[in-house]
C-alpha cells in the first residue's frame, strides 16, 4: 500500500455563534516521508531540528483553552511540521524571512546550516501543501464572517527563552507572552483583552521579539471585521526546552487563553 500523509490541516468545529478561530500552525512535527527524503538533515540531527522550529504543546494549549471557554472556538490546527511548508509566510518576495532561508518552503535551519540543497525547487511543496492549507483557512473565516459577522484569528504560537541564529529581531525583549499586532487587523480593544488575560502568566510585550499576525490574504488589509492577534509564548514558562515536555505553566496558560476567548466571543 502506497504512503498515504496524514491530512496537512484540520478544522475543529466551536460553537457556531462563535466569531474566534484559534489557529495553530507550528505544533506538529509530522514530515511525509517523501518530503524528508529532501531534507538534508536526517536522523538525531532531523529530531534536534524539531525540537528548536516546532511550537511544542500549542495545540495542546488551544484544545485545553476551547473546552475551558464559555463559548467553544473554532480551531484551525496544521497537522504537519513546519518544516514542510510555513503556511504563515508570505508566498513571495514580500517574506522577510527569505534573507535567512525560511519562506514558504525552508532551505536553511534555525543555526542557519543546509536544511534543503541550494537549487531546491518550493513549487511543488507550495502547490500540494501551502495553497491547499490557505484555501482551507480563507474559507473557515469567511464562514465565521457569514455566521457572525466577524472573525477573530488567535494565532497560538510559543518561541525560545534564549535567542536562535535565524531570529532576525532576536535582540530585543524577550517577556513571557509576546503579542503580536498588525496596525490595520489588531484593534486596541482585541489588544486591551489580551493583556488583560495574560497578566496572570507574568509580562505581556508587543511585537518583539516577533511581530505581526496572520491573516489570509484574501482578507489583508481590505476586511475590518477580521481581526486578528499572534500570541508567542515564551517555552521556559510551560515546557522543557528544547523539545522536551510540558509542564503545569501549560494548565495556566490555557486558562489565560481561554479567558481571552470569552473576552471578544461576545
Not at 496537512?8 to 512535527?29: F, Q
Not at 489588544?191 to 489583508?220: K, M, N
Request: with cysteine; charged share 25%.
Amino acid at each position: 500500500m502506497a504512503d498515504v500523509p496524514p491530512p496537512s490541516h484540520e478544522l475543529l468545529p466551536g460553537d457556531p455563534g462563535s466569531p474566534v478561530i484559534l489557529h495553530v500552525p507550528h505544533s506538529a512535527r509530522e514530515i511525509p516521508a517523501q518530503v524528508r527524503s529532501g531534507i538534508v538533515p536526517q536522523g538525531a540531527e532531523l529530531e534536534r531540528e524539531l525540537d528548536h522550529i516546532t511550537d511544542a504543546h500549542t495545540a495542546e494549549i488551544a484544545e485545553a483553552a476551547a473546552r475551558a471557554a464559555g463559548v467553544v472556538p473554532w480551531r484551525f490546527v496544521n497537522r504537519l511540521s513546519r518544516l514542510v511548508v510555513d503556511p504563515e509566510r508570505f508566498p513571495d518576495e514580500r517574506e522577510e524571512m527569505l534573507a535567512v532561508g525560511m519562506g514558504a518552503v525552508y532551505t536553511r535551519t534555525t543555526h542557519r546550516e543546509v536544511l534543503r540543497p541550494d537549487g531546491f525547487d518550493p513549487e511543488p511543496l507550495v502547490e500540494r501543501y501551502f495553497r491547499p492549507y490557505a484555501r482551507a483557512m480563507t474559507e473557515a473565516v469567511a464562514d465565521r464572517l457569514a455566521a457572525t459577522g466577524r472573525a477573530v484569528i488567535i494565532d497560538v504560537h510559543s518561541y525560545p527563552s534564549a535567542p536562535l541564529p535565524y531570529e532576525l529581531h532576536g535582540d530585543g525583549p524577550r517577556p513571557e507572552v509576546c503579542l503580536g499586532t498588525d496596525s490595520f487587523h489588531t484593534p486596541p480593544e482585541l489588544l486591551a483583552a489580551a493583556r488583560e488575560a495574560f497578566a496572570p502568566c507574568g509580562r505581556t510585550g508587543l511585537d518583539s521579539p516577533f511581530a505581526g499576525t496572520y491573516v489570509p490574504l484574501e482578507f489583508y488589509g481590505k476586511r475590518a471585521e477580521v481581526t486578528a492577534l499572534m500570541v508567542e509564548i515564551r517555552r521556559d514558562t510551560y515546557m522543557t526546552e528544547p523539545g522536551g515536555p510540558a509542564g503545569p505553566g501549560l494548565r495556566r496558560l490555557a486558562a489565560s487563553l481561554a479567558a481571552l476567548v470569552d473576552a471578544v466571543s461576545g
